[in-house]
């Protein structure tokens, strides 16, 4: 069986029932990332195109770097080693991926996080996610001609901790990217309407303020 290429994490962070979704989300803890610090200006722009091939492909990308090259047009050859040992790409092989280890009785207890430990590590890592979507929220005004009609953050945030402040962190992964794409069809609706001249089909979101747009919950029945 011919080997392929795999985005590390693809399915987790990219939420389609599109297999090719016209976009992909870049999100911007990657800029924390020690690893992607690490690369050269070149490859970080190989990496992020061969994140949009993997939305092209199912993340099945043939392990050809000459075909890569040419379908992500780049002028220069593509290190796909550099990305497999930094551990963005998984080579796959038909076979049990090599990264994979199978787990005993003792490497589960060497592995084990208390629970109160773990609730704590989780409320870390739950925090950027109303940052994403403040920062797609602000875009999205901007995109439309709102100047500063953002709403205050702080109500913002107060109302999306209460709301969604007990989920855990899957559950907020999954709600954060929902409501993101949700924003995104909203305004881009109403930014396409705007061109043509016509009502767009979400006019009441236009001037709404985001503490009202997360207690509505419109992305649950859009």
Request: glycine share 6%; no cysteine; proline share 2%.
């Given at each position: 069986m011919n080997s392929y290429l795999k985005v590390k994490n693809w399915d987790e962070f990219q939420h389609y029932s599109n297999r090719t979704p016209p976009w992909i989300k870049l999100h911007n803890s990657l800029l924390d990332d020690y690893e992607f610090e690490l690369l050269s200006d070149v490859a970080k722009g190989h990496l992020l195109c061969i994140w949009m091939l993997a939305s092209r492909t199912g993340n099945k990308i043939p392990n050809n770097p000459q075909w890569i090259k040419k379908k992500i047009g780049a002028s220069s050859n593509v290190d796909l080693q550099t990305f497999l040992d930094a551990g963005f790409l998984m080579l796959h092989t038909g076979?049990?991926?090599?990264?994979?280890?199978?787990?005993?009785?003792?490497?589960?207890?060497t592995n084990y996080v208390p629970p109160?430990?773990?609730?704590?590590?989780?409320?870390?890592?739950?925090?950027?996610?109303?940052?994403?979507?403040?920062?797609?929220?602000?875009?999205?005004?901007?995109?439309?001609?709102?100047?500063?009609?953002?709403?205050?953050?702080?109500?913002?945030?107060?109302?999306?901790?209460t709301l969604f402040g007990k989920l855990s962190f899957d559950e907020m992964e999954k709600l954060t990217d929902d409501i993101v794409d949700f924003t995104m069809l909203v305004y881009g609706d109403i930014l396409e309407a705007d061109s043509e001249n016509r009502q767009p089909k979400f006019f009441n979101f236009r001037n709404m303020y985001p503490q009202k747009f997360l207690a509505t919950k419109g992305w649950e029945n859009e």
């Open positions: 076979e049990q991926d090599a990264s994979k280890v199978l787990h005993n009785e003792e490497q589960d207890a109160e430990e773990k609730r704590r590590e989780e409320e870390k890592d739950k925090r950027p996610f109303f940052d994403v979507f403040w920062k797609n929220w602000i875009h999205a005004k901007k995109q439309i001609g709102l100047g500063g009609n953002y709403g205050a953050r702080s109500d913002a945030l107060k109302k999306w901790n």
